[in-house]
């Protein structure tokens, strides 16, 4: 299997996933079963489609082939005898018996498995879940992502992250919540939801771990998954700032790496390869919601983004205007990223020692401990003032954290850069 086959195939059941499992819990219910028996269908499309093609309709396939572990599931245990009636009831006679697997969808049942995501969305965010279990649940059925990798995002051991998500569908399972489109609470869900779009976005942009910079099915189902929200709720100003930071952001890939996936870095990229068009769509759209009022954090990090991207260089960028608007953002929500990304735009308008002292003031809290990209900017404050064994140091240590083949490469290069820097009095 060539590596251009085996992401094809990656790429297209990272898509399919949320569908699937969106279409199985509309027509059967059981949460917690459907989700395995899509696993189970995506596990046996790994082992297939790169052998034997992929099906000229693979959502027919994975639904096919998922709904079948559903009810060899049922078989296997009479005391269970009602769920498999119930089934049976629910799938038509035409996929039991005669549909072929690769038939070919109707379009607009494609189109409904599509929205199926969104309602996917709606049901992992229900407010009886805790807002920590709403995001974990549902990068984990709508994202994608592994119980590792999200476990990368909030910063939290694998296992706390494994017993949140079983918790989660718990009570899904006890509560009989429903796979429907809330009427009159949607707004509630709101917050976790952005969160969650924000993370998968993130997770596409730059993955946590693994041999490639990027997943870019993950970050393109986040944005589209974001204009569907944003087609709910047009007059949300804080999803259309999530639409627009995601737009801004996503505008940079393709100057991110090279062609044999080496990490280049914002100062160094070629901005005549950044996506002019994302980059348009996304400052009308900040531009459109920013003098409404009510201004979030998306919508100042959507403002940021937007500086950076409408200069013409990195020397051209109007770092005072990023330093106000990170001002704003610490006040508007605190953490400790936003504190380690404004300590950037510190050291770029006072002066490096300046955002080191912000740096160090982030070392004792907890939630940075083993992160890397406290170190990593850490190290670039430090090469910026001439600190060159310092920065080389904190370079390595880097490089020893993070979990990404092109960051680790990245660090250490630049680790190897700076012990090659002529010494300096300091």
Known sequence: M??????????????????????????????GACEDATQEALLKAVRHWPEDGIPQSPRGWLLTVASRVLIDESRSDSSRRRREDAIFAATPQSELLARPVDSIADPGEAAADREDSLKLLFLCCHPSLSVPSQIALTL??????????????FLVPEATMAQRISRAKATIKSRGIRFEMPQGEARERLGAMRHVLY????????????????????????????RLLRRLLPEDGET?????????????????TLPDGTLVPLAEQDRTRWTRASVAEGVALISEVLPRGAVGPYQLQAAIAAVHDEAP??????????????????????????????????????????????????????????????????????????DHDGAASDYLDAARRTASIPERRYLADRALAQREHPATDQ
Do not use: C
């Open 2 to 31: 060539t590596d251009a086959v085996r992401r094809r195939v990656e790429d297209l059941l990272r898509e399919l996933a949320p569908q699937v499992l969106g279409t199985l819990i509309g027509r059967y219910g059981q949460f």
């Open 140 to 153: 984990r059925a709508v994202g994608g992502l592994t119980t590792a990798q999200i476990a990368a995002a």
């Open 199 to 226: 993370l998968i976005f993130n997770e596409g942009y730059t993955a946590s771990s693994g041999e490639d910079l990027t997943a870019p099915s993950m970050s393109d189902e986040a944005i589209r998954l974001t």
């Open 240 to 256: 259309a700032g999530l639409l627009a930071l995601m737009l801004l952001t996503d505008a940079r890939r393709p100057a991110r």
């Open 313 to 386: 260089t990195m020397d051209d960028t109007d770092w005072p205007q990023i330093l106000g608007l990170y001002d704003l953002l610490e006040k508007t929500a605190p953490n400790p990223m936003t504190t380690l990304n404004r300590a950037v735009a510190v050291a770029m308008v006072h002066g490096p020692r300046a955002g080191l002292e912000l740096v160090a003031s982030l070392e004792s809290d907890s939630r940075m401990a083993r992160n890397h990209r406290l170190l990593a900017t850490r190290a670039h404050l430090r090469e910026l003032a001439g």
